[in-house]
C-alpha cells in the first residue's frame, strides 16, 4: 500500500510541481504572484477541449495551439493589466491577477457551468503491474511529460543567457535595465512562460479529472502550498514541494483520515509559514517589499 | 495632491456633520422599502462593515491579508453557537463576535509581526480561511455542518427582530457607532501612526514610533468590525451555512475596498453600498457574478486606482479625508 | 422644544407612508390575471452548483409546453427565474424579492437543500404555494406546513431506495461508504445509513472524497483492505468517474456500488467510455426509464425544443414530475383560480401517473413528502436497465 500510494502521490504531485513551478517562474522574473493561476492552468485544458471535442482538430496540435493561446495571454495579462500599474502599490497586483482568474473562471462557467466535460485521452498506454503496484499509463504520461520539461527548463535556466538574464532582472531590475535588457519585454515573455507551463499542467490532468470551472482553485492552494514547502521563490524547491505534497496528501488520506486530503495543502502552508517561513530546505528567501 | 495647507482642510472636517444625514435619510427607508427592499438595505449595512474592516488591514495599512472571510465567518459562528449552546442574547452574542473577531485578528497581527509579510501573508491567511471552512463543515457537533446552524429567536433588549424592519433599526445604530468609532480612530494619532507605517515602515518605526502595537491594534480593530458584520450576518440570514464564508466571497470583498477607494473610510461605505446594491440589479444576468466582480476590480486599477471617493473628491471637499490621498 | 411644529408635517407623512405600506398585503389571488399566472423558479443558475439547475431548465420547459398548448383555463405561466448561486444569502433575497416584490402566484423549484431550509420560514410565512422541485432535505415539508409540498423523493426515500437495493444483494455485511462532505452528499447518505442500521449494518467505513479531489488512491486502497460487499458513493459527477476509474485501475471490478441520484448511467458511461469501468455501477433512478431509453425520448425533445443544446443528464428530469401534478392541479382548481383553491387541489393528488416519475405522486395535509420511491438503474448485459431491486428488472 506504501508504494502505491507513493506512485499515485508522486503522479499528482508532478502536476503540483509544475504547476508550483509556474508561478515561481513569473513570481522570480517580476516579483509578482499570480493569483489567477489556478484559473489560467485550467485555460489550457479548456482550450484543448475547444480545439479537439467542439473543432475536431487532431490532439497534439491542439495541445500546442492551447499552450501557444495561453502564452499569449500571458504577454496580454503582463502588457495590458500588469505594466499600467506598475506604479501602484504591491497590492494591486495581487488584486489584479485574482481578478484576471475569476474573469477566466466565470467565462468558461457562463458557457460550461452546467456541465461537466469528459477530455479525450489520446496517448491510452496500458498499465503496467510490478507485483501488487500499479503504474498507469496516466501517470507515466505526466511523469515523463513533466520530467522532460522540468530538464529543459532547468537547462535553460542555468545553462544558457536566458537563465542569466532572468537571475539579473530578478536581482535589480534597473541594474538589468543598465546593461541593455528590455524588461518590459522580458516580463511579458516570463509571464507567457508561465501560463503556458501552467496550460501543460491543466493538459495533463484534465483526462483524469474531468473539465469543470471549480477546479482552478484547488490547483492555485497546491501550487502554493508546493512553492511554501519549497521555500519560496526557488525553483528547485517549486518541484520537490510539489512531490512531497502529493505524497503528503496520499499518505494523510490513508494513515490518518481521507477527509485530511483536502486541507492538508492549507495545514502545510500555515505549518511551514509559522514554524519555518524559508521552507524544506532552508536558504532565507528573500522577499522585496 | 499634497499641496493643501490644513487650515483649508480643517473647517471641512467639521462639515464632516453632514454626514449624519445619511443615517438620519437612511431611517425613513423602511416606511419605503417592501421586505425583500428592507432586506438588501439590511445587507448593505452588513457589508459596510464587512468594508470598512477589511479597508483598514488593506487600504490603511497596507497589508495584503485575506483572512477578512475568516473574521465575517468566525463573528457569525460565534453568534449563533453563544445564542445556541449558551443562550446568550443577542447583545451579548454581539459582543462576543466583535471579541472573536478581535482574537483572529490578533493571530493575523502575530502571523503579519513575525516577520510574515505581503505574499507570505496573503497566502497564510487565505489558508486561514479557507481551514476555518472546513471546520465549520466538520465541527459538526457544534455547527451542524453544512446543514446549516439556525440562530435561536434574535431579540435585542427583549424586542423580536424577526421583522426586517426591526432589523434595520438595529443594524442602523451599530453602523453608525461602529462607522463614527473608526472615523475616531483614525482621526487620532492611531491613524497617522498607521499611515506612516504603511508608507514607511522602518522610517516610522525609527522615529520612535512603536509600529508593532500599531499593527496590533489595526488587525484587531479590523477583526472586531467584522465579526460584528458577521453577527449581524447572522441575524439577517438567522442560519449560518459554511458556503457563506468561501472564496467567492473573499474577491467580493477585495471589490468593495478597491471600488470604494482603498484607505477611505468614506469610501468603503461607497463600496459596500454599491457593491451591494449593484448585483441585485443584474439579478436577472445569472452567472455573472465572477465576471461582474473582476472586471469591475480591473477597470478600478487601470482607471481609477483610489476608487470612487476620489472621483467624488473632485466635485466636493466634503469627501475630502485628510490622510487620504484622492 | 421649538423645532416639534417644523417635525409634524414630515412625520404625519411618514405616519401616513407607513400605513399604506402596511396595507400592501398579499392576498388569495396575487399573481393571478385573466392571462397570466406568475411563477417563480428559483435555482443555482450560477456558482459551483450551476448543473443542479438542469432541473430547473426542464421544469421551465415544461412550463413552456403547456402555455404553447393555450395554458391552463387560458392563463399561461409567466416564469421568473431567480439565482440562488446554492448561498442561503442569495437565496433569501430571490425568496424576499419573488414574495414581496414580484408578488408571484407560486413557486417551484429549488435544488440547493440549505437555501430551501434558509427561505423556508420566508416562503410559509408569505402563505406563497411552493412546490420544492429538487432539494431532497426532508425537513423542508416536514412536518407539513400549509402552503410547502415536496415533488421529489425526499431523502429519506431515496437513502430508503439505496439502502433496500444494497440490501437485497443476498448476503450483504460489509458495507464501506465514499461522500463529499456537504448537504447534498449528506441528504443521500445519512438516511441510507439509518435504512441499513434498521437492517443491522453499520457501514465498516466512512470514507470522504471532497469535490475538486483529482485522485482516489487513499480511498481505493483502504476500500481494497476492507473488501467490503457494497459500497455506497454519494459522489458528485466528476468525483464519481474519479472513484469508478481508480476503483478499476487497482483491479476492483467485482464489488458493486451504489450512487446517489444525479449522476446517471449513460453519462456517467460516456465520460468513461468503457464499460468494464461501470459495469458495477448502480443509481437510484426516480424515472420510467434510462436517459437514452425510448420511454423519456418525449421529455428529452421536449427540453431541447425550448432549450436548444442543452446536455441532458439524470438532472434534467427531477422536476418535471412535480410541474405534471401542479398542472393538473391548476386544472382542477378550475377557472376562479386562488391560492386556497390550488393548495386544496395539491392535497387531492392521489397516486397520480406523472408519465415520468416510476413512483406515482400522492400529497395529503399531513404528509406532503409525494415521491415515496424510487427504483434504481444499473446495467443488465451491458445495457442500462431501471430495477426494482438486486438483480430484478423492472
Known amino acids: 500500500m506504501l508504494m502505491q500510494l507513493t506512485v499515485s502521490g508522486l503522479s499528482q504531485g508532478a502536476i503540483y510541481a509544475l504547476i508550483a513551478l509556474s508561478l515561481t517562474v513569473v513570481f522570480r522574473a517580476t516579483t509578482v504572484v499570480n493569483f489567477g493561476h489556478g484559473d489560467f492552468v485550467l485555460g489550457g485544458a479548456f482550450g484543448v477541449y475547444v480545439l479537439v471535442v467542439m473543432l475536431g482538430l487532431p490532439f497534439l496540435p491542439s495541445a500546442i495551439a492551447a499552450i501557444a493561446l495561453m502564452f499569449a495571454c500571458g504577454i496580454l495579462i503582463s502588457r495590458g493589466f500588469i505594466d499600467p500599474i506598475k506604479a501602484g502599490p504591491h497590492i494591486g497586483f495581487a488584486m489584479m491577477s485574482i481578478s484576471l482568474g475569476y474573469i477566466f473562471r466565470g467565462t468558461t462557467r457562463s458557457i460550461w457551468g452546467r456541465e461537466v466535460l469528459p477530455m479525450p485521452r489520446v496517448f491510452d498506454i ?30 535553460v535556466f542555468y545553462k544558457t543567457s536566458i537563465g542569466k538574464v532572468i537571475q539579473a532582472v530578478y536581482q535589480s531590475e534597473r541594474g538589468a535595465t543598465l546593461i541593455g535588457i528590455n524588461v518590459k519585454r522580458f516580463h511579458d515573455m516570463m509571464w507567457g512562460a508561465g501560463l503556458a507551463m501552467g496550460a501543460v499542467a491543466g493538459i495533463l490532468i484534465a483526462p483524469i479529472s474531468l473539465l469543470h470551472p471549480d477546479l482552478g482553485a484547488g490547483f492555485l492552494i497546491r501550487g502554493f502550498a508546493a512553492m511554501t514547502l519549497g521555500g519560496f521563490g526557488s525553483l528547485g524547491g517549486a518541484v520537490a514541494g510539489g512531490l512531497i505534497l502529493g505524497v503528503t496528501e496520499q499518505y494523510a488520506g490513508a494513515y490518518i483520515n481521507t477527509a485530511l ?29 | 495632491m499634497n499641496q493643501e495647507t490644513p487650515q483649508k482642510k480643517r473647517p471641512l472636517s467639521q462639515n464632516g456633520r453632514i454626514f449624519y444625514l445619511v443615517p438620519l435619510a437612511a431611517a425613513l427607508i423602511p416606511f419605503f422599502a417592501n421586505d425583500y427592499l428592507q432586506f438588501i438595505v439590511n445587507m448593505i449595512m452588513v457589508y459596510v462593515l464587512v ?20 473574521f465575517f465567518g468566525i463573528g457569525a459562528y460565534m453568534t449563533a453557537i453563544l445564542m445556541t449552546y449558551a443562550g446568550f442574547t443577542y447583545e451579548l452574542a454581539l459582543v462576543g463576535a466583535a471579541i472573536s473577531g478581535g482574537l483572529a485578528g490578533l493571530l493575523a497581527s502575530v502571523t503579519a509581526l513575525r516577520g510574515i509579510r505581503l505574499y507570505y501573508l496573503a497566502i497564510i491567511t487565505l489558508a486561514f480561511g479557507e481551514l476555518m471552512r472546513w471546520v465549520y463543515i466538520h465541527a459538526e457537533p457544534v455547527t451542524m455542518g453544512t446543514d446549516g446552524l439556525p440562530l435561536p429567536d434574535v431579540t435585542v433588549f427583549g424586542m423580536s427582530m424577526h421583522s426586517e424592519t426591526a432589523k434595520f433599526y438595529v443594524f442602523l445604530l451599530i453602523t453608525v457607532l461602529v462607522v463614527k468609532g473608526t472615523s475616531n480612530l483614525l482621526k487620532s494619532r492611531v491613524g497617522r501612526a498607521i499611515l506612516a507605517i504603511r508608507d514607511n515602515e522602518l522610517t516610522t518605526a525609527s522615529l520612535g514610533i512603536s509600529t508593532a502595537n500599531y499593527i496590533i491594534l489595526t488587525f484587531v480593530w479590523s477583526g472586531s468590525v467584522v465579526g460584528i458584520a458577521g453577527a449581524m450576518f447572522a441575524a439577517s440570514t438567522e442560519r449560518v451555512f459554511p458556503e457563506s464564508f468561501g472564496l467567492t466571497e473573499v474577491i467580493v470583498h477585495f471589490a468593495m475596498v478597491m471600488v470604494g477607494g482603498a484607505g477611505s473610510l468614506i469610501g468603503s461605505v461607497i463600496g459596500g453600498v454599491v457593491l451591494t446594491a449593484l448585483p441585485e440589479y443584474f439579478r436577472q444576468f445569472p452567472g455573472m457574478e465572477e465576471l461582474f466582480f473582476g472586471a469591475i476590480i480591473i477597470a478600478v486599477l487601470l482607471f481609477l486606482p483610489k476608487g470612487l471617493v476620489s472621483l467624488l473628491a473632485k466635485v466636493s471637499p466634503l469627501f475630502r479625508e485628510r490622510y487620504f490621498r484622492e | 422644544m421649538k423645532t416639534t411644529s417644523k417635525w409634524k408635517l414630515p412625520l ?22 385573466d392571462t397570466t399566472i406568475k411563477v417563480g423558479v428559483m435555482g443555482p443558475f450560477s456558482g459551483n452548483a450551476s448543473s443542479y439547475s438542469k432541473a430547473q431548465i426542464g421544469e421551465m420547459a415544461y412550463y413552456k409546453m403547456i402555455n404553447d398548448q393555450g395554458g391552463v383555463h387560458g392563463r399561461k405561466f409567466e416564469l421568473i427565474e431567480e439565482d440562488t448561486a446554492c448561498q442561503p444569502a442569495k437565496g433569501i433575497a430571490a425568496a424576499k424579492k419573488l414574495v414581496s416584490q414580484d408578488k408571484v402566484f407560486m413557486m417551484h423549484g429549488n435544488s440547493c437543500s440549505g437555501v430551501a ?43 430508503y431506495t439505496m439502502g433496500k437495493f444494497v440490501m437485497s444483494k443476498p448476503g450483504t455485511k460489509n458495507v464501506v461508504m465514499v461522500e463529499h462532505s456537504n448537504d447534498w452528499a449528506k441528504s443521500y447518505a445519512d438516511p ?40 455506497v458513493a454519494s459522489l458528485y459527477e466528476a468525483e464519481t468517474v474519479i472513484f469508478l476509474k481508480d476503483l478499476k485501475k487497482y483491479g476492483i471490478t467485482d464489488i458493486p456500488v451504489m450512487g446517489a441520484a444525479g449522476t446517471d448511467l449513460e453519462n456517467t458511461l460516456a465520460r468513461i467510455g468503457d464499460i468494464d469501468t461501470v459495469k458495477n455501477y448502480y443509481v437510484p433512478h426516480a424515472f420510467i426509464d434510462t436517459v437514452d431509453g425510448p420511454g423519456m425520448k418525449k421529455w428529452n425533445d421536449m427540453i431541447l425544443k425550448y432549450y436548444p443544446g442543452e446536455t441532458i ?23 376562479d383560480l386562488t391560492r386556497e383553491k390550488f393548495i386544496a387541489e395539491l392535497d387531492k393528488i392521489k397516486d397520480f401517473d406523472t408519465g415520468i416519475f416510476a413512483t406515482n405522486i400522492t400529497w395529503s395535509a399531513d404528509d406532503r413528502h409525494g415521491v415515496k420511491e424510487s427504483a434504481v438503474a444499473g446495467f443488465v448485459d451491458g445495457k442500462p436497465t431501471v430495477m426494482k431491486s438486486w438483480n430484478q428488472p423492472m
Open chain 3, 12 to 33: 404625519g407623512v411618514l405616519a401616513a407612508m407607513g400605513i399604506m405600506a402596511g396595507t400592501a398585503v398579499a392576498d388569495d389571488t396575487t399573481g393571478l390575471t
Open chain 3, 313 to 335: 443528464t439524470g438532472f434534467s428530469y427531477v422536476s418535471i414530475g412535480s410541474a405534471v401534478a401542479a398542472v393538473q392541479a391548476l386544472k382542477n382548481a378550475g377557472p
Open chain 3, 117 to 159: 431550509m434558509a427561505v423556508k420560514d420566508i416562503v410559509v410565512e408569505s402563505g406563497t404555494p411552493w412546490i420544492v422541485a429538487h432539494a431532497v432535505n426532508p425537513n423542508i415539508s416536514m412536518p407539513p406546513t400549509p402552503n410547502v409540498f415536496h415533488g421529489v423523493p425526499a431523502g429519506p426515500a431515496y437513502g
Open chain 1, 261 to 289: 486530503i483536502d486541507i492538508t495543502s492549507y495545514l502545510v502552508i500555515l505549518v511551514v509559514l509559522v514554524v519555518r517561513p524559508s521552507g524544506l530546505f532552508g536558504k532565507r528567501a528573500v522577499v522585496r517589499v
Open chain 3, 192 to 231: 441510507t445509513r439509518d435504512y441499513m442500521k434498521t437492517k443491522g449494518v453499520e457501514p465498516t467505513m466512512v470514507l470522504a472524497m471532497e469535490r475538486g479531489q483529482t485522485d482516489a488512491t487513499a480511498q481505493v486502497l483502504k476500500i481494497r483492505q476492507a473488501k467490503p460487499d457494497f459500497i
Open chain 2, 51 to 70: 468594508t470598512v474592516g477589511f479597508n483598514l488591514v488593506i487600504g490603511n495599512l497596507g497589508q495584503l491579508a485575506f483572512a477578512n472571510t475568516a
Open chain 1, 126 to 155: 496500458p498499465p503496467i503491474f510490478v507485483g501488487d503496484l500499479v503504474i498507469t499509463g496516466d501517470a507515466m504520461i505526466i511523469s515523463g511529460t513533466v520530467a522532460i520539461l522540468l530538464a529543459g527548463f532547468f537547462v
